[in-house]
């Protein structure tokens, strides 16, 4: 079983940066492909991006495209997501997550082992 323990978050101003961490326990983590996700109140979870188990490959949704990027470090089992120029758009809290089935990276139900969350605000 993996653990996954997100870190990051906060409050920000419009335009402004953060960056999340995601640190996992266990031995597979490079096996992994690794996503996030997000859930702002009242809505449903959604897609944010997601890097292939090596970090070679990577995907986001069209609304972050350009402005976050996914990167993962197999040697200290952790994964990031830099975000700049946030909008009060992207207000949610942010889970990470493990690939472990299906080809669709997009897809939440292809993800086993999830983070609890780290709450984003951004200010307008």
Do not use: H
């Amino acid at each position: 079983q993996v653990q996954l323990v997100e870190s990051g978050g906060g409050l920000v101003q419009a335009g402004g940066s953060l960056r999340l961490s995601c640190a996992t326990s266990g031995r597979t983590f490079s096996s992994y492909a690794m996503g996030w996700f997000r859930q702002a109140t009242g809505k449903a979870r959604e897609f944010v991006a997601a890097v292939s188990w090596n970090g070679g490959v990577t995907y986001y949704a069209d609304s972050v495209k350009g402005r976050f990027t996914i990167s993962r470090d197999n040697v200290k089992k952790t994964v990031y997501l830099q975000m700049n120029n946030m909008k009060p758009g992207d207000t949610a809290v942010y889970y990470c997550a493990t690939k472990n089935s299906g080809s669709d990276y997009f897809e939440a139900r292809n993800y086993g082992n999830w983070g609890q969350g780290t709450q984003v605000t951004v200010s307008s």
